[in-house]
């Protein structure tokens, strides 16, 4: 490897409103270098690289690329100065050819007053491109009749044709298989001997040790390590990425009763035979990656994704949940992911939104009495300690923590028998969280059946009776409170 | 204990939106009825109203269409239409009662084909009903060739025409109807669920609400109250005739929108609604009396609805 450093980035700190994202993280790249960027969702992976590519701008530190300190204002700014970046959407256009689209928004031009697209010259130049990684096709072909692989491949050349000195690749491998990751792979060391640098940010560990020269691991917004690749340390590396301190306190158990919801041969568009039971007073942890199926098998359960197969058994009955309505009827709650964009209608005031699924149940007659709404609205409010200046206030003016109790507590209105929560703790403050944490203990010893989403390791472990770990679709392993512990759920999460 | 005089905030909080439409319209009147006091006389008083009728039946369809997230621009074509038919039906030897009924039916089945294409095959609102505004007309004057349908029976001629106590009938017909669509929107499950697939059309369905029966039921209000609206002018007019309605849809729409609804959805209030059908009335009305040559009312009708639509998105920005 040669020494020459290419970028080296210095004490970046940024904040967001409630999360420090990064405290003074240093980053260096060397010429002709792959190096891998690794840490648990949230480390703060791409808000480092959102920083060098000019999407964020940095609270403090300092950027020197090529020996000279840069600013860059916008991805366009940093492409200019050789630093490209690869999303996990592509950003090419499907209506149009690969030439046009390698040279979109760079395009040659030919001309002395008027100048033209010289279509001529990107063709030449593309087939050169697109030769030097491998791509053996044809530049006129549509982007729509590639293969995502292919595509992945025109990314890599668009770069090219800005002269990248410094290309980040962010989860390049998630949407391709065995075959195509290897291709991508000799193209990575191509690049690689032409003296072009690349940031190769994935979960995948074990490709990591495959490509990488180096790996840098983040946590929390920190740089908590650095190892060569030369040695296999799988473990190390889990180790850094998940060791911090537990801060989660652990829940009040609960009685766990009989068996509340069962589930059999569960199946979507990206989930595959999943089985699992759910007891009263039981919190079931589901753990996995981003992009793991987590979300997905919940979707399914509660009938907002449409299922290839399954069943589902409620106290022993077997129902049917084909919508969303079906599955609230029955008494499931889903707290989801997203809450603006799927747990609350934020034009909407929180009295509206806290009751909205309660509403058909308690006015079987359809028409809203005002006082019983209010009256359930308000209790709510105070067993959440919501803090709110009246119930009519509009949502979008509360809180992130105290929008997350308004969904929280929309389902807790309907009284469910099975309350699912999907990342419940996502971007709120450490105070809300630990009343979000204790609720959970407070449900699920009252009866409820819990399931339990999140990212957060030490949040799970906490707080669940029993986890099941998701990789790629499937279950690929069950943990007991007792027994499981951060490195075994990492094992099973990228298998 | 959050329990702080919440109905008062409730009732200072809804009210002052409407105020202030209520008081541009004020404006308005006593602005034209300075330069031509005839504004003021019980006959103009009496077209106003007519006019009100007919821009309020549609605006609160329109208005129940974008609280739901959708749009329809059918109805001023559907006007024409279900005119049309009713004209013709009666002409063809059914009895009055039974040709409302007939045409009624069909209106709602129009919306009923709206709500379809718009959830279940995923048809943007904007292009289906698109295709009814330009159907609905041709069929219109497929009917009639060219010639309007005259010779109906006097008595059909009280429902565009009559009055009750002075009150001329439109106008009653309108305050029924704003009664009910004012009820639903404010008092029941269903009004509740309407602002919220609007609103939010995820977050809607992943509460429990079958936002697709929602929004059909949107589309048929309006589609119906285009067919109640038709019925109405026809009868006014003592005649079917194809060419009717033409742009009804956008004076619907910014009836609509300067009454407060959103064009995101979500928002509007059916008052809203009434006073802006007012508002649009009057400007009309303004310029038959201020003597404004009729070439220019298009060209100002069509500042006020993108005014509307420009305040609408403005008062959205400032909000965020």
Known sequence: ?495 | MIKIKNAKVLRKGIYFRELNILLALIILSFGITIINPRFLSSFNLQIIARQVAIFGLLAIGETLVIIGGGIDLSVGSLVALTGVLVALFMKNGLSITISILIVLLISSLVGLWHGLFVTKLKVPPFIITLGTLTAARGLASVITKGWPIIGLPERFFFIGQGDIFGIPFPLIILILFAFIAFFITKYTVLGRQLYATGGNIEAARLSGIDVDKRRIFTYVSSSFLAGITGIIIASRLSQGQAGVGGGYELSAIAAAVIGGTSLSGGEGTILGTLIGAAIMSVIYNGLILLEISSYWHDVVMGLVIVTAVTLDIWRKRKRI
């Open chain 1, 1 to 495: 490897m040669g020494q020459e450093l290419i970028l080296k980035m210095e004490k970046i700190s940024k904040a967001f409103p409630g999360v420090q994202a990064l405290s003074k993280v240093d980053l260096e790249v060397y010429k002709g270098e792959i190096l891998a960027l690794v840490g648990e969702n949230g480390a703060g992976k791409s808000t480092l690289m959102k920083i060098l590519t000019g999407v964020y701008t940095k609270d403090e530190g300092k950027i020197i690329f090529k020996g000279k300190e840069i600013e860059p204002k916008n991805p366009h700014h940093a492409q200019q100065l050789g630093i490209s970046m690869i999303y996990q959407e592509f950003n090419l256009v499907p209506n149009l050819d690969i030439a046009t689209n390698i040279f979109l928004g760079n395009e040659p031009k030919r001309g002395k007053f008027l100048k033209v697209f010289d279509i001529k010259k990107a063709f030449k130049e593309s087939e050169k491109l697109l030769e030097m990684i491998g791509l053996n096709i044809s530049p006129d072909i549509l982007i729509k009749d590639l293969t995502i692989a292919q595509q992945q491949m025109v990314e890599i050349a668009k770069a090219l044709a800005l002269k990248s000195e410094l290309i980040i690749m962010d989860e390049p491998t998630s949407a391709l298989a065995g075959k195509e990751v290897a291709k991508l792979f000799e193209i990575m060391k191509r690049l690689k001997n032409e003296g072009i640098s690349i940031i190769f940010i994935t979960h995948r560990l074990e490709e990591v040790f495959q490509i990488a020269d180096r790996i840098v691991v983040l946590r929390d917004g920190q740089r908590v390590g650095e190892l060569t690749c030369e040695e296999n340390k799988i473990d190390e590396v889990i180790k850094l990425m998940v060791g911090r301190d537990v801060r989660v306190s652990p829940r009040i158990e609960s009685k766990v009763d009989n068996v509340i919801l069962e589930v059999k041969n569960l199946s979507s568009h990206a989930i595959k035979n999943i089985n699992f039971s759910l007891r009263k007073g039981e919190v079931l942890g589901i753990a996995g990656l981003v992009g793991s199926g987590r979300t997905e098998i919940v979707r399914a359960l509660f009938g907002a994704d449409p299922k290839i197969s399954g069943e589902i058994y409620i106290d022993g009955q077997k129902v049917e949940i084909k919508s969303p309505k079906d599955a609230v009827q029955l008494g499931i709650g889903l707290v989801p992911e997203d809450r603006k964009l799927q747990g609350l209608i934020l034009s909407m005031a929180l009295h509206e939104n806290l009751s909205l699924p309660s509403l058909p149940s308690m006015f079987s007659n359809g028409i809203i009495n005002f006082k019983r709404e209010y009256k359930l609205v308000e209790d709510f409010v105070n067993r959440l300690r919501i803090r709110t200046p009246h119930i009519f206030q509009v949502v979008n003016n509360l809180s992130g923590g105290n929008q997350q109790k308004v969904v929280v507590a929309k389902w807790l209105a309907l009284k469910p028998k099975v309350l699912i929560l999907d990342e419940p703790t996502r971007g709120i403050d450490v105070g809300a969280k630990a009343e979000i944490h204790n609720l959970i203990s407070e449900l699920a010893k009252e009866g409820i059946g819990i399931i339990l989403i999140s990212s957060e390791l030490p949040e799970i472990l906490a707080l669940s009776d029993r986890i099941i770990i998701i990789s790629k679709g499937k279950i690929t392993g069950e943990l007991r409170r007792e027994e499981a512990n951060q490195e075994k759920i990492m094992q099973y999460a990228i298998i």
